[in-house]
C-alpha cells in the first residue's frame, strides 16, 4: 500500500461532533436577501454558536472539510411571506424581534447585512431526512429564534419525522397514526 496524500491532517472517524438539538447561543455571520426559483424571497442566515460546547462549531466544520467546493453549513434559509399570500412569516418576525432584544441598540431598518455580528437565541431540532443509501437520519437544524433572556427556560421541541411511503406519520412514542378516511374528527 501507497502513502496517502493528506495522511497526517486526515481526521479519523468518529472525531467529528455532531451538533445536538438545543437552545443555544448564536451568532449571525452574514445575512442576505435572495429570491428563489419560484420567486419567493426569503433571508439566508449564516449562523454560528457563540458559546459552550459547541462554540465555533459551523466554523470548525468548515475549516475541516478538505472538498474543494466547501460551503458554510450553518445556513437557515427564512422565507419573507408566510403561508397566507402578503402575510408575514412568524419565523422572520421572530429573528428580527430575538435580534432586537438581544442586541441593545440595535433597531431593524430594513437592511439584512446589519444583522451580521448579532446575538440571539436559537432553537435547534432534530429533523429526519432520507439519506442517499435510503437509510433514514438526522441532524440538528435551526428551528426558531429567541431572545437571548430566554435561553435557559425555552424547551427543545420534539424532532420532526419523516412521514413513511404509505401516509403514516412516525411519532416518538414509536406509534404509527394512519390515516383513513373513516376517522376524519368532523
Do not use: H
Not at 501507497?2 to 468518529?14: D, I, P, T, V
Not at 459552550?52 to 466554523?59: D, H, L, R, T, V
Not at 419565523?91 to 431598518?109: P, Y
Not at 427556560?153 to 411519532?171: H, I, R
Amino acid at each position: 500500500m501507497e502513502r496517502l496524500n493528506g495522511w497526517e491532517n486526515a481526521s479519523s472517524f468518529g472525531d467529528f461532533k455532531s451538533l445536538k438539538a438545543g437552545v443555544y447561543k448564536c451568532e449571525i455571520k452574514g445575512a442576505e436577501e435572495l429570491t428563489s426559483p419560484n420567486g419567493k424571497k426569503f433571508i439566508k442566515v449564516s449562523i454560528d454558536i457563540a458559546e459552550g460546547e459547541f462554540k465555533n462549531y459551523f466554523a470548525e466544520k468548515y475549516e475541516k472539510d478538505t472538498r474543494p467546493d466547501k460551503k458554510w453549513s450553518g445556513i437557515w434559509n427564512i422565507f419573507e411571506e408566510g403561508y397566507e399570500p402578503g402575510s408575514v412569516n412568524t419565523k422572520l418576525k421572530g429573528l428580527i424581534t430575538s435580534v432586537e432584544r438581544s442586541n441593545q441598540g440595535f433597531f431593524w431598518d430594513w437592511n439584512e447585512q446589519k444583522l451580521t455580528n448579532k446575538v440571539l437565541g436559537i432553537v435547534f431540532r432534530d429533523e429526519e431526512f432520507k439519506a442517499s443509501d435510503g437509510s433514514i437520519k438526522s441532524s440538528a437544524k435551526p428551528f426558531y429564534a429567541i431572545p437571548l433572556d430566554d435561553l435557559g427556560t425555552t424547551k427543545v421541541p420534539e424532532p420532526k419525522l419523516l412521514a413513511d411511503e404509505l401516509g403514516s406519520a412516525a411519532y416518538n412514542d414509536n406509534e404509527l397514526a394512519t390515516y383513513s378516511g373513516d376517522d376524519l374528527p368532523f
